[in-house]
């Protein structure tokens, strides 16, 4: 049994749903919404972006001494850029909606052939063919006009993603088990698993690595199952803690690798000089692992120092370079890293504490 033919006017019906469609797009488009919106975006994220570094730096971020020029450079470059696309795009919108007019036009006399199939299918044709034009012509507008600050974008757009990895970093910090020492500052922190033997295995612990310009410190910070019915987790504690911590000092070198089944997977091992409180350690972290090497070489070389916005306590410089070489209990030679804002010191052989 074959099907009945479709009725020419319900054929016809749903041609001109489908116009009336797109002729709807096609009158948002034409004002160019989406091109107005991303440059109101971009504009918002410019002119606040100063904003947003003084209360990076009112919470304890104090390197990259750059961030407010790099911000006040983006406000320069924006008022030279923005009158120039805002004309295109009133331009290019009023040429738009111009070509629009007939169309609108059209439209209506199609709908009043409605029941007329014979006569409205030239006319629809006709009309489909021109809202694809006109469409496409939107489409070439946009592209126009964000053409002309894609690269400034770009430049915005990647300094934002980086205000983010330092909000990001500064929450870590507020939400974590342990307290930074007086002068110390945070430089990033990603999440990851410690890798206990080497190898990353199931109950390895998983948290957050933390890198400062004096420690490399990893936390403990995740759910944990402490019941299971049928292999399936009914009880969770939550396990916060510091695992452990090394100076950046005591650092030998940091190798890295891809792993995993794709080698989609980054991996860090830090080995550590003689005499550190571990030899290594290797950890699967969730940025780049050729970011977070440069990252640590960088801290132990002291080069984020140069690159301070907020000026070190010299007083707690100085208390560093005045602390004894030796052990005023048992003579022996004292050989610890001291940090800053470090009060005390234990001397490994006799168990004197000094006093800095």
């Not at 014979?118 to 021109?130: F, H």
């Not at 944990?224 to 009914?234: D, E, Q, R």
């Not at 940025?287 to 132990?300: H, N, T």
Request: hydrophobic share 40%; aromatic share 6%; charged share 25%.
């Amino acid at each position: 049994m074959t099907a009945p033919a479709p009725n020419p006017i319900q054929q016809l019906a749903s041609e001109i749903s489908a116009l009336q469609s797109k002729i709807g797009q096609l009158q948002a488009g034409v004002r160019l919404k989406d091109a107005r919106d991303a440059v109101e975006d971009l504009q918002t994220k410019v002119n606040g972006m100063a904003q947003r570094i003084a209360g990076l730096r009112q919470r304890g971020y104090v390197f990259e001494k750059g961030l407010e020029e790099k911000a006040a450079d983006f406000v320069k470059q924006w008022q030279g850029l923005y009158p120039s696309i805002q004309q295109q795009i009133n331009i290019q919108a009023a040429q738009l909606q111009a070509a629009l007019r007939p169309l609108e036009a059209q439209m209506n006399q199609l709908g009043g052939l409605r029941n007329n199939p014979v006569a409205a299918r030239p006319l629809a044709a006709s009309l489909k063919t021109a809202a694809e034009t006109l469409e496409g012509q939107v489409n070439a507008a946009e592209r126009t006009i964000s053409g002309m600050y894609d690269r400034f974008s770009n430049e915005v757009s990647q300094t934002e993603r980086h205000l983010n990895d330092i909000d990001r970093l500064l929450n870590d910090l507020a939400e974590a088990s342990f307290q930074l020492l007086p002068t110390e500052a945070g430089i990033a922190s990603v999440k990851a698993v410690w890798c206990k033997t080497g190898k990353e295995q199931k109950d390895d612990p998983e948290g957050v690595l933390f890198l400062t310009d004096q420690r490399l410190i990893f936390e403990q910070k995740e759910e944990v199952a402490t019941k299971k019915v049928l292999f399936v987790a009914t009880e969770k504690q939550k396990i916060q803690a510091l695992q452990w911590e090394v100076p950046v000092a005591l650092v030998d070198r940091v190798q890295t690798s891809k792993q995993g089944l794709l080698k989609n997977e980054d991996h860090i091992e830090v080995r550590f000089v003689s005499g550190a409180p571990r030899d290594a350690v290797h950890l699967h972290i969730w940025e780049s692992c050729e970011q977070w090497q440069g990252l640590i070489q960088r801290a132990k070389a002291k080069e984020f120092d140069k690159d301070r916005a907020i000026a070190l306590d010299q007083a707690e410089v100085e208390k560093v370079k005045a602390a004894p070489s030796k052990c005023p209990s048992c003579g022996a030679t004292l050989d610890q890293v001291i940090l800053r804002g470090q009060d005390t010191l234990k001397c490994e052989y006799c168990g004197h504490i000094i006093r800095l």
